[in-house]
Structure formats: C-alpha cells, structure tokens
C-alpha cells in the first residue's frame, strides 16, 4: 500500500516541482555561525562509534556541515540545545535572504490564486530544501518537516494547490515550536485543511442532514488522540456535529480562501465528546470546546509523545522515554519547546544511537549539507526526491510520509546513484568543491569521519582509496544512511 502511494508520486508529474534558480556561493555558507568554510580547518569525531555531540547534531539538525561540530564543543551540548529551541534568538540573514526572492512565499491567501498552481509548489518546495540545507535554525527546519507530515495536507486536491503555501506559513510554521493547542486550532481553520478533509462541506442544516465527519476523523485519529486513543464512533459524530458551519470561499468566490462561519449550517444542539458535555447554544465556539478536550488529552499526550522518540530516538522507543515526553507534554498544556526539551534530555536520547535510516530527504539533504554544496538551483535535486517518492507536500493520504524503515528501502539503488553523481559533480544545479573540502578536512581520516560520524575502519580508508570515488562510497555507506 506505501509503495504504491510513492509510486503515485511520480505519475503526478513533480519532476520539476523544485526547479528554482540561485541559492549563495560557498563563500556565504553559514553551517553554524561561520560565512566561509575557506581554508580554515575542521576537525572531525574521532572516536571510533557515534560521540554523543555528533549523535546531537544528526537528530536535531539535517546532518553535520563542515565546522559544525566545532562550534558546538566550543559553546556545549546544553548551550546548542537551547539555541536550537530558541530559533528566534538565532540571527538567519543568509538564508532568509536565499528565499526571500520566492514572492509566492508571502503572498496573502487570496492572492495566492493569481499564481500557476505549479509554480507555488515550486517555490514552496524549492524553499523547504533551501532552508533544510541552508538555515541554522535547524531544529525547527526538522520540526516544520515533522508538523507537516503530522498535518498532512496534499497540494493535489483542489484548491490545496493554491492555498498550501499559506498553511504552511501561517499553520506549521508559525507554530512549529509554539504550543499544540495553537497548533491544532490554527489546522483546524486553515483553509487548506478545510478543503483537504472536507470540512468545508462540513453542514447540518436541517435534522436529516448527516454532518461530514472526514475531518473529525483524522482530527482524532492522526492530530490528536491517536488510533488507540479509546474514542469511539459517536465520538467522531459528535465532534464532526462541533464542527459544522465552519466553510473556506473557493476560486470561484470574492474574497477567495477566506474562512468563515456560516451559523445557518451548525448544528447547535447538545453535544458530548469523550464523556464530555458541550452545551447548546454554543455556536462557533463549539469549535474552541471541542479541540480544548481532544487536544489536552492524556491520549494525546501519548500519541505526540510516541511520534515525537521515534522520529528522534528510534523506530521502536522505550516506553519509559514515551511517558517522560507525554508527561512533559501534559504539564505544559502541550508546549513543544518543553516536550522536545525532555525528550533530548531523556536517557534514551543519550544512549540510542545510530538506529534510524535516514528518510530520502533527510539523505540528499544531509549529503548538501556535509559536503558544504553549493545549490545554485534544485531542479536536479527534485528528479531525485521524485525518484526517491519524497517531494515536500506531495504525499496523498493524511497519514503523511512514513517514518518507519520499510517503505524506504528500495530507495537504496537512487541514494548510491545520488551519491555517485554529487561526487562527480553531475547533479544539475549542485557544485561541489571536492579539492577544497579535502584541504579543510586535512586528511582523507578527517574526511571519512566526518561523513561516517565515527572514525573510519582500516577496511573503510583501504575501500576509500582503492575506490574510484572516494567520496560517493563514504555518502553510499550505511553508516552515512543512518544517524
């Protein structure tokens, strides 16, 4: 079944989904702090398995640029950790000058619609590989990842093409490290969303009306409570019965994507939602009660808490490290900065390493970033992410990409081919300056240690000479697949 959603990917056509030009010379690299790689040398681990200081920036970041590591044992584990929460405080004028010349990107909703649906995806697309390779707010570039995939919406589906690029500033991204309760509300009214799961259709208008409960449905299933999360049937009724009257103006309208509450299509009777009595009379404020009880459930602290360690800690996290992260998330009313703050303080965190096989984004991504390339545009980064069936917003059910192994693992022949031609420089739009970074590096250990994470066995540096392309085995390794 996920094999033949990734195929869909590519009959969709998104080869050129992320084709955009310019994107900074080496010399304006900014991996941490620094602008210029230059001739300045960088040290990598040598220890001979995964440092947890390594291990830190593999999970919180898209993978080590050169450099990185440095900087980090120059302010500490715990400093990078609060920057990295923070975003805010982190001074990103190189990347945000790189995405700036996307217009599309901050554009207001009911202009959105005077764009080609292909170009906003474009641009949107475009922009989440640059900022993913580029930014130093890495934390909340994998959070934004994360959210997406938790609220997926695909841009396939009518008016999503248009109205995506503003769920994805005003929904994932303004919240991305704010509280869930913020973030579930602001999902749950994005236009986007309400044309994504129908609840824009969502109307009782007289007693013989059956409410449109696709919405409700995820909003349990996948945004909240969690498959397991003891809801029931009715459950789903009564919350879709909360929900109705709230519509989004299509093209066709004035005032296009607009999201308003028509009270003529609300069913404004009593209600009860998980044991929970919702009073009638409530009108659009039905809507407030309703995701105040689904989102400050002890389920949902679980079920959060569950996806959050095993994007972070691994496919199968323990449950005492679970249940730290949901007891975070319930004392805090859902902040994320406090739940991801208990989560990498966890002992599992600490100690569970080099379990996870990189999804294909995180892959090429992680490639760019340890190699210190230069994207000058990422149409030829796309066909790969095409190939690999992981093009940003283009995943067509809710459940979003999958974070489990499987799904992935025939990808393995497109990552070696990745892999070989990043290291001959064939990648359309992508220069790599292989010489220089050899001279940063100081020495082919250095260098394959900083791709493995580790310093590199006496099999790993005879295969790295005796290899053709040094480079593309060190990206083609397993110990490079996984972080």
Known sequence: MRISRRTFLGAAGAASVLGMTG??????LLPIGRRDLGPRPFQATRSSAVDFETHLLRRLSYGPAPGDLDQLRAVSADAYLEQQLHPERIDDTFCESLVRRFETLAAPVGELFEYRPELLMKELAGAAVLRAVYSRRQLYEVMVEFWTDHFNIAASKGDCAWLKTADDRNVIRRH?????????????????????????????RNPEEKPNENYA?????????????GYTQHDVMEVARCLTGWTVRSREWLKKGHVEFRPKWHDDGEKAVLGRKILAGMREKDLDRVLEIVATHPATAEHVAAKLCRRFISDSPPDDAVQRVAGAFSRTDGDIRDTLRALFTSEAFRTVRDTKLKRPYRFIVSALRASCAEVNSTEGVGE???????????????????EEPEPWLGTLLWRWHFA???????????RVDWSRLAASAGNDAELTAHFLGRAPTTDE???????????????????????
């Open 384 to 402: 790969y992410l095409v190939r690999m069936g992981h093009v940003p917003f283009q995943y067509p059910t809710p459940d979003g990409y999958p």
């Open 420 to 430: 070989s031609m990043l290291a001959t420089n064939k990648i359309s739009g992508v």
């Open 217 to 229: 449905r995820e909003l349990l299933e996948l945004h909240t409570l969690g498959i397991h999360g």
């Open 461 to 483: 540096i005879r295969g790295y000479h005796a290899c053709e392309s040094g480079p593309a085995l060190m990206l083609a390794a397993p110990a490079f697949q996984r972080y």
């Open 23 to 28: 994107c900074g010379r080496w010399s304006d």
């Open 176 to 204: 991305a490290l704010g509280r869930f309760p913020e973030l579930v509300r602001a999902s749950a009214l994005s236009p986007a969303m309400l044309w994504y799961l129908d609840g824009r259709m969502n109307r009782r």
